[in-house]
T-cell receptor, first 110, second 110 residues
Framework: GIQVEQSPPDLILQEGANSTLRCNFS?????LQWFHQNPWGQLINLFY???GTKQNGRLSATTVATERYSLLYISSSQTTDSGVYFC????????????FGKGTKLTVNP | NAGVTQTPKFQVLKTGQSMTLQCAQD?????MSWYRQDPGMGLRLIHY???????DQGEVPNGYNVSRSTTEDFPLRLLSAAPSQTSVYFC?????????FGPGTRLTVT
C-alpha cells in the first residue's frame, strides 16, 4: 500500500518562530489533507491540497504532486499551534480512504 | 448544526464484553468512516460507508462490525473486546473530498 512519511517527528519552537513540516508519499494521490490534532485530541481540517499552494492566515501549504511531497508552513508560531500535525492521502483511482502519516508533534514554548 | 457527534466519550470494558460506539452526523453526508488512533501513530481506517446500506472494510477491520441503516448514523460494534482494541476511535464524514472528524471515543479494554 501507499506509504506516508512525515518529518520531523518532533519539533520544539519558541513563540514567534517559523517552521516547515514535510510529508512524503510513495504513490500518486488524488487527495491530500493536512490536519491539526490539538492537545485535547480534536482533529481539525487545515487544508485539502492535492496540488498547488494554499494559504490560511499564518498557515500555508504546498503540494508538488509530481515529486510526491507536501509542505506545511507555520509562520510566527503561537502556543496554540502546539499539537500533532498529520498529513493524509488517498490513492489515485481508489475510493475515499485516507492513509495517515505518523504525524509531527509540535511544541511551541512561550 | 452539531456536525459529527460520538458517544460515549470514554468507556472501559472487560475482555470479552461487547459494545457499540455511536456516531451521528447532521450534515447529510453520504460518506462516513471509522478510524482508530494508537499512541504515536496516525489514524488507521477500520470500516467505511459510501451511503445507507453500503459498507466496506478499511485497513484494520478485524474484530469490528458496522452497519448503515440511515444516512445519519454509523455505529461501530465490538463483538468481543480485546486489550488490543484499547485505542481512541474517531468517526468522520466527507464532503467534497475533505474529511470532518468527531471528537473521539477513548476506549480501554482490561
Amino acid at each position: 500500500g501507499i506509504q506516508v512519511e512525515q518529518s520531523p517527528p518532533d519539533l520544539i519552537l519558541q513563540e514567534g518562530a517559523n517552521s516547515t513540516l514535510r510529508c512524503n508519499f510513495s504513490d500518486s494521490v488524488n487527495n491530500l489533507q493536512w490536519f491539526h490534532q490539538n492537545p485535547w485530541g480534536q482533529l481539525i481540517n487545515l487544508f485539502y491540497i492535492p496540488s498547488g499552494t494554499k494559504q490560511n492566515g499564518r498557515l500555508s501549504a504546498t503540494t508538488v504532486a509530481t515529486e510526491r511531497y507536501s509542505l506545511l508552513y507555520i509562520s510566527s508560531s503561537q502556543t496554540t499551534d502546539s499539537g500533532v500535525y498529520f498529513c493524509a492521502v488517498n490513492y489515485k483511482g481508489g475510493s475515499e480512504k485516507l492513509v495517515f502519516g505518523k504525524g509531527t508533534k509540535l511544541t511551541v514554548n512561550p | 448544526n452539531a456536525g459529527v457527534t460520538q458517544t460515549p466519550k470514554f468507556q472501559v470494558l472487560k475482555t470479552g464484553q461487547s459494545m457499540t460506539l455511536q456516531c451521528a452526523q447532521d450534515m447529510n453526508h453520504e460518506y462516513m468512516s471509522w478510524y482508530r488512533q494508537d499512541p504515536g501513530m496516525g489514524l488507521r481506517l477500520i470500516h467505511y460507508s459510501v451511503g445507507a446500506g453500503i459498507t466496506d472494510q478499511g485497513e484494520v477491520p478485524n474484530g469490528y462490525n458496522v452497519s448503515r441503516s440511515t444516512t445519519e448514523d454509523f455505529p461501530l460494534r465490538l463483538l468481543s473486546a480485546a486489550p488490543s482494541q484499547t485505542s481512541v476511535y474517531f468517526c468522520a464524514t466527507i464532503r467534497a473530498y475533505e474529511q470532518y472528524f468527531g471528537p473521539g471515543t477513548r476506549l480501554t479494554v482490561t
